[in-house]
């Protein structure tokens, strides 16, 4: 049976000498695996070009559901980013965001409010013209929601501490090594109450940033014992530091 749908694209792989699979986050079917014929080489079409981390993108499939792999008919570009594909800024944050939601979303089943956060906020990055060193940790934080594990970031006391294991803001400093310091903390609770069009207002220090992306990344880790290594951190944090 055809299908059709919309999808953003996680992960690519060769397979073959022209054909890829490809792991793509659909709307109405979740996390799904397509092998793409013919996507690389003279005939392609340029259709491994379309497969970049957090490309949006129509495709028509052919759906069996036995099978874990569903091939592809019809592959084209949703929506053409303006400057993400361009600036090295933007292109090293979609490659970050793309390995964390290829490593957190297994579901293959409909969540179109989750799709619709991913979508829409990556399509405003993409438009950003100031204040987007941010994005990556605001996108981070707030996708904990949609996964199930938002922490409760309301202030506890005069001096704070945001308890990894437990996800809460706590008024004292807790016995075990998972959580954040207080100035962290600080800048956590600030982040939190932020929508996406006030990033280009949340102006914080190098180290403030990178100290709340290990604590949002260690947050993930314990919520994820199979996360694994972040391969394309190191590279982020060159290009933010």
Known sequence: ??????????????????????????????????????????????????????????????????????RVKELKLNTAYQSLPFEIGKSSVAIFLAEIL??????????????????????YFDLMDSGYSNFHVWFLFKLTGFLGFLPQTEKAGFENWFDLKTGTILHFQPSHPFYANK????????????????????????????????ILIDYYQLHFGNLGEIKSLNVLREVFS
């Open 102 to 123: 290829y490593k957190t979303i297994h579901e293959q089943e409909s969540n179109p409010e989750m799709y619709d956060f991913i979508k829409s906020s990556v399509s």
């Open 1 to 70: 049976m055809l299908v059709s749908d919309e999808g953003i694209v996680l992960h690519f792989i060769k397979y073959g000498e022209s054909s890829v699979i490809a792991t793509i986050y659909t709307r109405k079917s979740g996390r799904q695996g397509f092998m793409i014929n013919a996507a690389l080489g003279k005939k392609s079409k340029n259709k491994a070009g379309i497969l970049q981390p957090l490309f949006l993108v129509d495709l028509v499939a052919y759906e069996h559901q036995k099978n874990e792999l569903n």
């Open 183 to 214: 100035e962290t903390t600080e800048v956590l609770m600030k982040l939190a109450a932020l929508k996406i069009q006030e990033l280009p207002g949340f102006h914080i220090t190098r180290k403030d940033r990178d100290n709340l992306l290990t």
